[in-house]
C-alpha cells in the first residue's frame, strides 16, 4: 500500500485508511443495508487483514458508539503501528446526536479517547463538524483547544472533518493540520478545498468516496488518484471488501 505525506504534519499515512462507524454502531446510519456489530474476534481478523494491506490509518469518533473501546483493546502492544484518528464535538447516545464544541467538552472528549484507545498521544483529532463550520471555527473553543492539547503534546494533528467549502477554506487559512473532505463522482465540490489545501501543506483525508455504500470501485480510485489527497478513509466490516478496495487504490 502506497504511503503518503499527511501535509506538512510529519505523519506518514497508507492511502487508504479503514473508517470503523462500523465497530461500533449500527443505529441512525444511511448505509444502503443493514449489518451487525463485528464481535472482538471479528474486528481483529478485520484490523490483521488491514495491516497486512500495509492500512495503517485507523478513524474513530465517540460518535461512533463502542469503536474507540474496542479499537483500544486490540491494539493493545501494537501501538506503533497504526495512525489513530478520533473526533470531539459529536456524541452519540444510541438514537440520536448531540453536539458541543466547548473547552471543557472538547478537552474530556480528548481524556475520554485517550483512555478509550489507550494511549498517550492521539495521532490525529478532528472537530466533528454539526455542518455550521463557520460558527464552529471562529465563535467556538474548539480550534484553540485542540492547538492547546496539540501543544501539551497529547494531539500530533489536529483539524476538522467539514462539510461546506467555505469551512474548509477557513480551516486552512486558521492553520489546520489536515481536513476531512466528501469526495467522490458525484460529489466534487470540495476539489478547490482540496487544492488550496495541498498549496498550504495542510493534510487532506477522504470520506464518503463510496457515497456510504451508494457508489462503486469508480469513484474510489477517482478519489484516491485526486492531487492533494493524503487518504481516502473506506468503512467496512468485511476483510473481502477491504482487500478489493486496497486493490482497486494500489490499481488506481
Given at each position: 500500500m502506497q504511503q503518503r505525506p499527511l501535509g506538512n504534519s510529519g505523519i506518514t499515512v497508507s492511502a487508504l485508511g479503514l473508517g470503523t462507524v462500523k465497530l461500533g454502531r449500527n443505529t441512525s446510519l444511511r448505509y444502503p443495508s443493514?449489518?451487525?456489530?463485528?464481535?472482538?474476534?471479528?474486528?481483529?481478523?478485520?484490523?490483521?487483514?488491514?495491516?497486512?494491506?500495509?492500512?495503517?490509518l485507523l478513524d474513530t469518533a465517540p460518535a461512533y458508539g463502542s469503536s474507540e473501546q474496542l479499537l483500544?483493546?486490540?491494539?493493545?502492544?501494537?501501538?506503533?503501528?497504526?495512525?489513530?484518528?478520533?473526533?470531539?464535538?459529536?456524541?452519540?447516545?444510541?438514537?440520536?446526536?448531540?453536539?458541543?464544541?466547548?473547552?471543557?467538552?472538547?478537552?474530556?472528549?480528548?481524556t475520554r479517547s485517550l483512555a478509550n484507545l489507550r494511549t498517550e498521544v492521539?495521532?490525529?483529532?478532528?472537530?466533528?463538524?454539526?455542518?455550521?463550520?463557520?460558527?464552529?471555527?471562529?465563535?467556538?473553543?474548539?480550534?484553540?483547544?485542540?492547538?492547546?492539547?496539540?501543544?501539551?503534546?497529547?494531539?500530533?494533528?489536529?483539524?476538522?472533518?467539514?462539510?461546506?467549502?467555505?469551512?474548509?477554506?477557513?480551516?486552512?487559512?486558521?492553520?489546520?493540520?489536515?481536513?476531512?473532505?466528501?469526495?467522490?463522482?458525484?460529489?466534487?465540490?470540495?476539489?478547490?478545498?482540496?487544492?488550496a489545501a495541498q498549496q498550504a501543506g495542510c493534510g487532506v483525508l477522504v470520506k464518503k468516496a463510496l457515497a456510504s455504500g451508494h457508489a462503486g470501485s469508480a469513484s474510489l480510485a477517482f478519489a484516491s488518484t485526486c492531487e492533494g489527497v493524503s487518504s481516502v478513509v473506506v468503512g467496512t466490516i468485511n476483510p473481502?471488501?477491504?482487500r478489493a478496495n486496497a486493490e482497486v487504490v494500489e490499481r488506481s
Open positions: 443493514a449489518f451487525t456489530i463485528p464481535n472482538r474476534s471479528e474486528a481483529a481478523q478485520l484490523l490483521d487483514t488491514a495491516a497486512d494491506l500495509g492500512i495503517n483500544g483493546d486490540i491494539l493493545q502492544g501494537q501501538r506503533e503501528k497504526w495512525v489513530l484518528t478520533t473526533k470531539v464535538g459529536e456524541s452519540f447516545d444510541g438514537s440520536v446526536s448531540r453536539f458541543d464544541f466547548s473547552a471543557a467538552a472538547i478537552t474530556a472528549s480528548i492521539l495521532d490525529i483529532v478532528l472537530i466533528h463538524s454539526s455542518g455550521d463550520d463557520l460558527a464552529i471555527l471562529e465563535h467556538s473553543a474548539a480550534l484553540d483547544c485542540l492547538q492547546s492539547l496539540k501543544a501539551q503534546g497529547l494531539i500530533r494533528a489536529v483539524g476538522i472533518s467539514h462539510k461546506t467549502i467555505a469551512g474548509g477554506l477557513r480551516a486552512i487559512e486558521l492553520g489546520c493540520d489536515v481536513i476531512m473532505a466528501t469526495l467522490n463522482l458525484a460529489e466534487q465540490q470540495q476539489l478547490a478545498v482540496i487544492a473481502q471488501h477491504l
